[in-house]
Each structure stands twice: as structure tokens, then as C-alpha cells.
């Protein structure tokens, strides 16, 4: 049985609950913004084109520092 592979998948309406929802363990909070804000971040530059992705495994987003 193969797994499904790890891929960045663009960020939509309909994940973008599920995205906000991954969080980094305790002791790394100090070397990454959450991602609601880099979200917000992003959005105040729209002149940078940010380009909103997540890594996913499959259908679901994953947080890959667990």
C-alpha cells in the first residue's frame, strides 16, 4: 500500500479553516508566525502577488514539524 504524496495544494475558501487550524509545537513558535498571521501579513501587500499554498498530504492539510 503506497501513501499519498506530500504536495502544495493553493489555499481556498473552502480549506482555509482547516489551514488556520495547524499550529507548530511550543517550542518552535519562536522561529514562525502562525498561519493566520502570515495570512494577514500577505494580504496587506497584494502588490508582492502572494501566493497562498499549504503542504498537504493527500486530501488534508498537515502541519510537517509533528
Same mark, same amino acid.
Given at each position: 500500500?503506497?501513501?499519498? +504524496?506530500?504536495? &502544495? /495544494?493553493?489555499?481556498? =475558501? =473552502?480549506? %482555509? =479553516?482547516?489551514? @488556520?487550524?495547524? %499550529?507548530? %509545537?511550543?517550542? #518552535?513558535? #519562536?522561529?514562525?508566525?502562525?498561519?493566520? /498571521?502570515? &495570512?494577514?501579513?500577505?494580504?496587506?501587500?497584494?502588490?508582492?502577488?502572494?501566493?497562498? @499554498?499549504?503542504?498537504?498530504? +493527500?486530501?488534508?492539510?498537515?502541519?510537517?514539524? %509533528?
Amino acid at each position: 500500500m503506497s501513501s499519498p +504524496g506530500v504536495h &502544495l /495544494q493553493e489555499i481556498t =475558501d =473552502d480549506d %482555509r =479553516d482547516a489551514v @488556520r487550524a495547524l %499550529r507548530v %509545537r511550543r517550542n #518552535q513558535k #519562536q522561529f514562525v508566525a502562525s498561519v493566520s /498571521q502570515s &495570512l494577514k501579513e500577505a494580504a496587506k501587500k497584494p502588490e508582492a502577488n502572494p501566493w497562498y @499554498r499549504a503542504v498537504y498530504r +493527500g486530501d488534508e492539510p498537515v502541519n510537517l514539524s %509533528r
